[in-house]
């Protein structure tokens, strides 16, 4: 298993979007999640923790994740990476049109390392794995790092992310969740894309025992 990260949850842009800064405690090395924004505010935290980050990740292609992309590649000289569905979706012109109109927001940059489900990014000392769980988009991942997962918009602490924006399916999302995320261990931190709940991190036990999704559509169904 891999190492424990640090992780720093900020939150960025207009749609106020967790960014995460996952480090390895070791070497110092981190990778930035979902920078939607404030790219001065991501940049000066890394310079006060340290941090060199190797490589932008997004959850999704929806642009409120993404925003900062293009402005931090340009300071950090780093690839972003998100799941090649999402890329190849958004990232054409009708597509990205229609999406841009539904977020009110321009999509930013492009992304230059397509990710597959269950490839490990390697980050000092950290082994980042990506599950694919399509359903909010067709190329949504959850990153998991250690015991710590980090969810986007798949999964929010007590509720699940909207599967009515193009591209989005609530089946195939409740199929996600059931078969990459409630097979990983009760007590795996769930990082959300967004602070929509009580609190901002859960566990999968309880999101097991207290997320309406999870209890009255997966596992009422078994
Ligand atoms: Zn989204
Ligand atoms: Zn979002």
Redesign the pocket.
Known sequence: MSKQPNVEQMVTGA?Q?NTYIVSCPETKECVIIDPGGDAEKILHMLRDKGLQALFILNTHG?A??TLANMELQKALNIPVGMHKKDFLYFFQPDIQKKSEKELGLAISGTADRLLQNSEIIKVGTLEIRVLHTPGHTPGSVCFLVGSNLFT??TLFVGDV?RTDLTGGSLPTLLQSIKEKILVLPVETTAWP??NYGETPTSTLGWEMEENPYITDFILAEE
């Open positions: 749609y979007v929806h409120d994740h986007g918009d992310g894309g967004h």
